[in-house]
């Protein structure tokens, strides 16, 4: 197969190829394998590629399996793998060995996936940027001295590159979206409950985090979560299931929907103008398409809102250290743990029961309020990030200038659309619909009702159509020439 020819096709395409013997499975991971070598040095996405042609799961899933053979890498945080390294991007995880593979991480392979390695993230996942002492910084595909977001960044900048069609996330704050505007791609949080995330834990984050993927298609994005969408033994929630497969969905007639479009954050921080000029213009593109479009915000508590965050992520850092410490023996401080990261776990432990209590009290009234918007409104229209993608450095983690409220302003002054919506458990989808004036992707975040992600869909395969983006490549990636010749 022709590195042209691989890069001519989505998962879904290479399935097809490699479903009707045109190719093989390991043609294909040997492709991705070539690309990793030599993309890796400059991006530095990819912290372990597994030594098995095939990943270790040569089975490749049961025959009719929708991705069979398929190249996939995993983020290296929360989805794990039998056997394989677990580290959250934190020195005090270092050589950790998964016991076993989380419930995702099996539907992945029997979905036929061939999983190759495992990708870069931050330190426990709190930040917006991939860069830690433990692994250095993920750099952007589209200008390797930016950032390619967090904190699925090691995901994105692969499959932004070409090196794979699509690679796992999770999104516990906008680790999906985020890096999905930096480097250009489709990055869908789902609904919660979802996609399971289970043994370990019935709820990532207390109700915040979920599952997914990034990719370069909305085709691809649909057919992944038709695979892995449903409940496992055990999970927390029951969650009303499609009526028809997502993939579906693509290309239906999209009946005129009402949207709200805002560029004002909650918060209050700064918003980019050409960021707010780009939404704007894509929410006038919606009207042009014949749906009704206004300016509308949903209204919340923003400090009550904040202060909730702030005692969720706390408290789950500081349990997970000290679970990880415990298991590895190892001290926390600054030996193993950056100074960011330490903030928030020295804050976590002062947390009472009753501050929790009260963070899920905010959880309820807020996923309220913010309901009540979407019974007047199909779809809400914001930025996915205020900031084009900032300087390597820009949100160091290792500040120790950084109180644990500090911290979080700090990484949401990037991204502070996106976090609301893991809240309210809400799907919510990043579309590479804009580019910069400096050539940099600029993602623009479509919010659907609970459980709505067939809107979502049908809406972004009609702005797919309208403003494509597939024939856009960065400047390191297998598209350049000299990574061709490699």
Same mark, same amino acid.
């Given at each position: 197969?022709?590195? @042209?020819?691989?890069?001519?096709?989505?998962?879904?395409?290479?399935?097809?190829?490699?479903?009707?013997?045109?190719?093989?499975?390991?043609?294909? *991971?040997?492709?991705?394998?070539?690309?990793?070598?030599?993309?890796?040095?400059?991006?530095?996405?990819?912290?372990?590629?597994?030594?098995?042609?095939?990943?270790?799961?040569?089975?490749?899933?049961?025959?009719?399996?929708?991705?069979?053979?398929?190249?996939?890498?995993?983020?290296?945080?929360?989805?794990?793998?039998?056997?394989?390294?677990?580290?959250?991007?934190?020195?005090?995880?270092?050589?950790?060995?998964?016991?076993?593979?989380?419930?995702?991480?099996?539907?992945?392979?029997?979905?036929?996936?061939?999983?190759?390695?495992?990708?870069?993230?931050?330190?426990?996942?709190?930040? #917006? #940027?991939?860069?830690?002492?433990?692994?250095?910084?993920?750099?952007?595909?589209?200008?390797?001295?930016?950032?390619?977001?967090? @904190? +699925?960044?090691?995901?994105?900048?692969?499959?932004? *590159?070409?090196?794979?069609?699509?690679?796992?996330?999770?999104?516990?704050?906008?680790?999906?979206?985020?890096?999905?505007?930096?480097?250009?791609?489709?990055?869908?949080?789902?609904?919660?409950?979802?996609?399971?995330?289970?043994?370990?834990?019935?709820?990532?984050?207390?109700?915040?985090?979920?599952?997914?993927?990034?990719?370069?298609?909305?085709?691809?994005?649909?057919?992944?979560?038709? %695979?892995?969408?449903?409940?496992?033994?055990?999970?927390?929630?029951?969650?009303?299931?499609?009526?028809?497969?997502?993939?579906?969905?693509?290309?239906?007639?999209?009946?005129?929907?009402?949207?709200?479009?805002?560029?004002?954050?909650?918060?209050?921080?700064?918003?980019?103008?050409?960021?707010?000029?780009?939404?704007?213009?894509?929410?006038?593109?919606?009207?042009?398409?014949?749906?009704?479009?206004?300016?509308?915000?949903?209204?919340?508590?923003?400090? +009550?809102?904040?202060?909730?965050?702030?005692?969720?992520?706390?408290?789950?850092?500081?349990?997970?250290?000290?679970?990880? @410490?415990?298991?590895?023996?190892?001290?926390?401080? +600054?030996?193993?743990?950056?100074?960011?990261?330490? %903030?928030?776990?020295?804050?976590?432990?002062?947390?009472?029961?009753?501050?929790? *209590?009260?963070?899920?009290?905010?959880?309820?009234?807020?996923?309220?309020?913010?309901?009540?918007?979407?019974?007047?409104?199909?779809?809400?229209?914001?930025?996915?990030?205020?900031?084009?993608?900032?300087?390597?450095?820009?949100?160091?983690?290792?500040?120790?200038?950084?109180?644990?409220?500090?911290?979080?302003?700090?990484?949401?002054?990037?991204?502070?659309?996106?976090?609301?919506?893991?809240?309210?458990?809400?799907?919510?989808?990043?579309?590479?619909?804009?580019?910069? %004036?400096?050539?940099?992707?600029?993602?623009?975040?479509?919010?659907?009702?609970?459980?709505?992600?067939?809107?979502?869909?049908?809406?972004?395969?009609?702005?797919?159509?309208?403003?494509?983006?597939?024939?856009?490549?960065?400047?390191?990636?297998?598209?350049?020439?000299?990574?061709?010749?490699?």
């Amino acid at each position: 197969m022709k590195l @042209s020819e691989y890069l001519a096709h989505d998962a879904l395409g290479l399935a097809e190829l490699i479903k009707n013997g045109d190719i093989t499975a390991l043609e294909v *991971a040997n492709i991705a394998r070539q690309g990793i070598e030599a993309l890796n040095p400059d991006l530095n996405a990819v912290l372990e590629v597994f030594e098995e042609p095939l990943g270790g799961h040569t089975s490749q899933g049961a025959p009719d399996a929708p991705l069979a053979g398929v190249p996939f890498l995993v983020k290296d945080l929360i989805l794990h793998l039998e056997g394989r390294k677990s580290e959250m991007g934190s020195r005090l995880c270092a050589d950790m060995v998964a016991p076993h593979s989380t419930h995702l991480a099996t539907k992945f392979e029997e979905a036929g996936l061939v999983t190759l390695g495992r990708t870069a993230t931050p330190e426990m996942g709190f930040c #917006t #940027t991939t860069e830690s002492i433990l692994n250095g910084p993920t750099r952007n595909p589209w200008n390797t001295d930016l950032m390619a977001g967090g @904190s +699925s960044g090691g995901s994105a900048a692969m499959v932004a *590159a070409g090196v794979v069609p699509v690679a796992h996330g999770n999104d516990g704050g906008g680790s999906i979206r985020i890096p999905a505007a930096c480097c250009g791609l489709v990055g869908l949080k789902p609904s919660r409950g979802r996609t399971p995330i289970g043994p370990d834990a019935g709820d990532g984050l207390n109700g915040l985090g979920i599952e997914h993927v990034l990719t370069r298609s909305l085709r691809d994005c649909a057919a992944f979560l038709d %695979a892995t969408e449903g409940p496992m033994p055990g999970d927390p929630y029951a969650i009303i299931r499609p009526v028809r497969p997502y993939l579906s969905e693509l290309g239906q007639k999209c009946d005129p929907l009402k949207i709200g479009f805002t560029s004002t954050p909650w918060s209050g921080d700064h918003v980019d103008a050409e960021i707010a000029e780009k939404t704007k213009n894509i929410a006038l593109l919606c009207a042009d398409m014949g749906h009704h479009v206004e300016e509308a915000s949903p209204t919340f508590d923003y400090g +009550s809102f904040r202060e909730a965050t702030i005692t969720f992520w706390c408290a789950n850092i500081a349990l997970w250290i000290n679970q990880i @410490s415990e298991m590895t023996g190892r001290p926390t401080n +600054s030996d193993t743990l950056e100074a960011a990261t330490l %903030a928030c776990y020295r804050y976590g432990l002062e947390l009472k029961a009753t501050d929790m *209590a009260a963070a899920f009290a905010v959880m309820n009234m807020i996923s309220r309020q913010v309901a009540g918007f979407f019974q007047k409104y199909d779809v809400l229209i914001t930025p996915t990030t205020a900031l084009l993608p900032q300087k390597i450095g820009t949100y160091n983690a290792n500040d120790p200038s950084f109180d644990a409220h500090g911290w979080t302003d700090h990484i949401f002054t990037f991204a502070p659309f996106t976090a609301l919506f893991n809240m309210t458990g809400q799907p919510a989808i990043s579309l590479p619909l804009s580019m910069s %004036a400096t050539g940099m992707p600029i993602g623009t975040q479509f919010v659907g009702g609970a459980g709505r992600e067939d809107v979502l869909f049908r809406l972004s395969s009609q702005l797919e159509q309208a403003a494509p983006w597939a024939d856009r490549h960065p400047e390191t990636s297998l598209w350049a020439e000299k990574y061709r010749g490699h």
